[in-house]
């Protein structure tokens, strides 16, 4: 099993990313889990267009432990798993303890053997890194943190405070930062731009997804572009990522 935390800059593209890479895992005959760890509970969205997903949070609010794992986990009709955390009401409790809580859930119930799951998907709200937004990367959660950025400058910024986070937990067992994910917006001296910040990190350009009219068309439809334009240049980007991902990260469990 391979477990990757996405992180990057508050709208910069991280569900989007996630949706479409769980679906070319699962191309690949992957078994694939997608946890949103966001309070808004909007990351699997595209993964089940037709159908409301109740957050945990709000689930374990409600039937506390008798909660079951089938109750938690949905499972796509395009064969994603799919979770949402979901977080408190806005100005009450944190929403950074509810991600550990449902993380928590997830490894009592031991739901990764139980669903046979071979790549796991954390959607990590925002470039936030502090408390329970870092659990992902932490606790042997993940075993790698990618980055999704563009050549942005703000982008770039917070792609550093990830990487400055990742580099605080080395030594302790905790997930390692596996590469940046380039999702273009198409600005002056982008590719520089990644090249200079891939340096900087000391790390790799894994991906390099295009600024498409496809991507935004499908996101108008609210599904993948995996799904809406099959075989677009973007479609085929996820799907170079997807492979690249499997051949460069060991299963490490």
Known sequence: MRKFAIYGKGGIGKSTCCANLALAFTELGKKVLQIGCDPKADSTLALHPNHTITPVLRLLHDKKQALT???????????????????????????????????????????????????????????????????????????????????????????????????????????????????????????????????????????????SREIQEAERMGIPVLQAFCESDSAQAFRKLAKLLLTRFPDKH
Request: net charge negative.
């Open 69 to 211: 794992l089938e109750e938690a986990v949905y499972a796509a009709d395009c064969g994603v798993y799919c979770v949402e955390a979901g977080g408190p009401i806005p100005g009450l409790g944190c929403a950074g303890r509810g991600i550990g809580m449902v993380l928590e859930f997830l490894e009592r119930h031991k739901a990764y053997a139980k669903l046979g799951i071979d790549c796991v998907l954390y959607d990590v709200l925002g470039d936030v890194v502090c408390g329970g937004f870092s659990m992902p990367m932490r606790q042997g959660q993940a075993d790698y943190v990618l980055i999704v950025s563009s050549g942005e400058k703000m982008s770039c910024y917070a792609a550093d405070n990830i990487a400055q986070a990742v580099a605080n937990f080395q030594g302790r067992g905790y997930a390692a930062l596996g590469g940046i994910i380039f999702n273009r917006r198409d600005v002056l001296d982008e590719e520089a731009s990644m090249e200079s910040l891939a340096r900087k990190l000391n790390c790799p350009i894994l991906g390099d997804i295009p600024k």
